[in-house]
């Protein structure tokens, strides 16, 4: 279809082969939050409106909000925040905000973010929301997902938000080792277990991300000197729009083929609104981790059926 010199090159067609996510709900969801700032606060919304669809469908959900900040005024406007809530703590400003406007109880941590605040529980599927800036802090939410495979009595998956100044990325998944990944497409139109972003980036663990910093004006406020330093004013919000469609898709379709989370990471640029997704097949999840579907998941590929 496309033509570079003299070689064929092949659309891709990974979308279109994806098999939905299905994560197993058998009893409560819980949600953790962990960071309230720059893409928290404008994700943690979307997390408390979709908590309170999932009660509506008669299910059991939890949701909990964690950072250890208070609102400064260097983090207005471009953090879901106002002027009146400077100095407050930003987990309890957006949980106070959202449970009383959707109805739905949030419980607050104001610390840092620990491994240690969840305890793997039976029939409970969790769901950590990162939106950390910080090795450590993701090492922790990679540490959470011991013993969290497609099969385990209480599934953990992680979602990770993270940016630059302009550019940001969204990753999702659940296992920490190749060998988890093993039966992820038992049943091939379906998949049950995804690589853990750190798994896919290990760098996420080690380096800091390399933001670009203007200079700061001489005898500037302290606001004007954090902006200064600041990422572009809209890559947030499009991070945690990002984040929500994959929290919505995975949670109220999940293993649907009308409308079920068919991608395990995605990368957008807002300089050039470009954007591009890795989606669930074997081919595209093997190749994310340096490796063929054979050796992943003892198989060639999954083929379309007919038809398709």
């Given at each position: 279809?496309?033509?570079?010199?003299?070689?064929a090159?092949?659309?891709?067609?990974?979308?279109?082969?994806?098999?939905?996510v299905?994560?197993?709900?058998?009893?409560?969801?819980?949600?953790?939050?962990?960071?309230?700032?720059?893409?928290?606060?404008?994700l943690?919304?979307?997390?408390?409106?979709?908590?309170?669809?999932?009660?509506?469908?008669?299910?059991?959900?939890?949701?909990?909000?964690?950072?250890?900040?208070?609102?400064?005024?260097?983090?207005?406007?471009?953090?879901?925040?106002?002027?009146?809530?400077?100095?407050?703590?930003?987990?309890?400003?957006?949980?106070?905000?959202?449970?009383?406007?959707?109805g739905?109880?949030?419980a607050?941590?104001?610390?840092?973010?620990?491994?240690?605040?969840?305890?793997?529980?039976?029939?409970?599927?969790?769901?950590?929301?990162?939106?950390?800036?910080?090795?450590?802090?993701?090492?922790?939410?990679?540490?959470?997902?011991?013993?969290?495979?497609?099969y385990?009595?209480?599934q953990?998956?992680?979602?990770?938000?993270?940016?630059?100044?302009?550019?940001?990325?969204?990753r999702?998944g659940?296992?920490?080792?190749?060998?988890?990944?093993?039966?992820?497409?038992?049943?091939?139109?379906?998949?049950?277990?995804?690589?853990?972003?750190?798994?896919?980036?290990?760098?996420?663990?080690?380096?800091?991300?390399?933001?670009?910093r203007?200079?700061?004006?001489?005898?500037?406020?302290?606001?004007?000197?954090?902006?200064?330093?600041?990422?572009?004013?809209?890559?947030?919000?499009?991070?945690?729009?990002?984040a929500?469609?994959?929290?919505?898709?995975?949670?109220?379709?999940?293993?649907?083929?009308?409308?079920?989370?068919?991608?395990?990471?995605?990368?957008?640029?807002?300089?050039?609104?470009?954007?591009?997704?890795?989606?669930?097949?074997?081919?595209?999840?093997?190749?994310?981790?340096?490796?063929t579907?054979?050796?992943?998941?003892?198989r060639?590929?999954?083929?379309?059926s007919?038809?398709?």
């Amino acid at each position: 279809m496309y033509r570079t010199g003299s070689a064929a090159q092949q659309p891709d067609l990974s979308f279109v082969r994806a098999a939905p996510v299905v994560i197993s709900i058998r009893g409560a969801l819980q949600i953790f939050l962990a960071g309230c700032g720059g893409t928290g606060s404008w994700l943690a919304p979307s997390i408390a409106r979709l908590a309170q669809v999932f009660v509506e469908t008669g299910k059991r959900v939890a949701v909990t909000f964690v950072d250890p900040d208070v609102v400064e005024e260097a983090n207005v406007p471009r953090q879901n925040f106002c002027a009146a809530e400077i100095g407050r703590f930003k987990a309890e400003t957006l949980a106070r905000r959202y449970s009383g406007v959707w109805g739905i109880p949030i419980a607050t941590i104001t610390e840092r973010w620990d491994k240690e605040m969840i305890r793997e529980q039976w029939s409970v599927t969790t769901i950590l929301v990162g939106c950390v800036d910080n090795p450590a802090a993701r090492r922790s939410l990679a540490g959470a997902l011991v013993n969290s495979g497609p099969y385990a009595t209480g599934q953990i998956w992680w979602l990770d938000c993270g940016n630059w100044r302009d550019n940001g990325q969204v990753r999702l998944g659940n296992a920490r080792t190749l060998k988890e990944l093993r039966e992820a497409f038992q049943i091939d139109t379906l998949c049950a277990a995804l690589p853990s972003p750190a798994l896919v980036h290990p760098e996420l663990l080690t380096a800091l991300p390399d933001v670009p910093r203007a200079t700061p004006t001489p005898g500037g406020s302290c606001a004007q000197m954090a902006r200064a330093y600041a990422q572009s004013l809209m890559i947030n919000q499009r991070v945690a729009s990002e984040a929500a469609d994959y929290l919505a898709r995975l949670l109220m379709a999940s293993g649907s083929r009308g409308g079920g989370l068919c991608r395990f990471a995605t990368y957008f640029d807002l300089a050039s609104g470009s954007a591009r997704s890795l989606h669930t097949t074997p081919e595209t999840i093997a190749a994310a981790l340096h490796t063929t579907p054979a050796k992943l998941f003892g198989r060639k590929s999954m083929r379309p059926s007919p038809g398709k």
